[in-house]
């Protein structure tokens, strides 16, 4: 059995004495509002700017449902017909998504007092391939993909502790970050990303596969919570897909925070291989609507990891690290990785070497 301690870009725990400004997503270190799990929305209803509101089961909805299975390019046709802020074209080679980085369904208000940020229009426009490599490599990301409707993921926060400088999660009980009914917020130069079930693009309550909610940077396809699992067809049997990252239990270890491991941060959790449906970075090779012939493909789950923070195909690191970050070799599995510091010492993370956060421990980019 495959075990291994979670740490991720830039998570060794040498510390830095530094924490994240908070002028970014989280107001404050302490808040009573923390949270400490992600959100689950039961209601689909949503109020346009014109004052029009109305409620379907998603942002995916009546067209796309009623696409053939294996039909990809229908799909995403049907999507971008059905969503004002993107645009999805595609070729034999690439599938390009073009939008302003704002969902077209209702999201949290910003600022609050958790997020002191205004969402703002963005120029989002990325390409991925419609012919991934494979490398098996789990290369840890900062932001691992974007969502058809132009929203980015990404799953970790800037957020540090002070003493340690371990790696704060999003939900937590000791910082609030102004997540909304998306488990999404705002950056400070006002981009609106996901840090877990974007839930308003969920549309399977169990009975069928998930919706086709993105792409990650290696150009494998993301859906949320249900699949068909290991299966080999397209046979309308789901289940709810498995995270195989587990808490550790106990008091944290020597140059971790104070306490027992609660989640609260990063390297609170260990990928426990088979403990669950998926690997290391969330994925697994499967059949989905979209591709009944096979594919490998990300899930997004309830539990830790939440979204996936390694890629396991060929991707662009600029895309991957958010537009920062270099190139350094990686001693882990992830071989050529973004620089930084892992836990065996400088360059040598589990996942190949994570980008320097130091410069972004005073930015809060979460």
Request: aromatic share 8%; hydrophobic share 25%.
């Amino acid at each position: 059995m495959k075990t291994s301690t979670y740490t991720r870009l830039g998570y060794g725990l040498a510390a830095t004495g530094l924490i994240a400004a908070l002028a970014g997503c989280g107001a404050a270190v302490e808040n009573t509002a923390a949270t400490s799990e992600p959100a689950v929305v039961e209601d689909d209803s949503h109020t346009h700017e014109d004052g029009t509101t109305h409620t379907h089961d998603s942002e995916t909805d009546a067209d796309t449902d009623a696409v053939a299975v294996g039909d990809l390019e229908a799909y995403l046709d049907a999507y971008s017909a059905n969503n004002d802020n993107v645009d999805i074209s595609y070729d034999d080679e690439s599938i390009r998504i073009q939008g302003n980085g704002v969902p077209d369904f209702e999201t949290g208000a910003f600022p609050n007092s958790g997020n002191p940020n205004s969402i703002s229009e963005q120029d989002i426009d990325v390409t991925v391939t419609r012919n991934p490599t494979w490398t098996g490599e789990a290369v840890e990301v900062r932001e691992p993909g974007m969502s058809l409707a132009s929203v980015k993921f990404e799953p970790g926060t800037a957020e540090r502790d002070p003493q340690t400088g371990a790696p704060i999660e999003a939900f937590n009980d000791i910082m609030d970050l102004g997540l909304d009914q998306n488990n999404a917020h705002v950056q400070p130069n006002g981009q609106y990303h996901f840090h877990a079930d974007p839930s308003p693009l969920s549309d399977s309550d169990g009975t069928e596969h998930s919706a086709l909610v993105g792409f990650m940077y290696d150009g494998y396809p993301v859906y949320t919570l249900y699949g068909y699992g290991a299966q080999d067809e397209v046979d309308g049997t789901v289940s709810e897909m498995q995270s195989s990252w587990q808490l550790k239990s106990g008091e944290r270890s020597e140059g971790e925070p104070d306490g027992t491991y609660d989640g609260t941060y990063t390297t609170d959790y260990e990928f426990v291989e088979g403990s669950g449906d998926l690997d290391e970075c969330n994925g697994i090779w499967t059949v989905t609507p979209e591709y009944p012939e096979g594919t490998y493909a990300y899930f997004i789950t309830d539990e830790f990891p939440y979204i996936s923070r390694c890629l396991n195909g060929e991707f662009d690191q600029t895309l991957a690290n958010g537009g920062q970050g270099g190139m350094g070799q990686g001693q882990g599995p992830g071989g050529q990785g973004p620089g930084g510091q892992g836990p065996m010492g400088p360059g040598q993370g589990q996942f190949g070497a994570p980008p320097d956060r130091n410069a972004a421990a005073g930015t809060n980019n979460t």
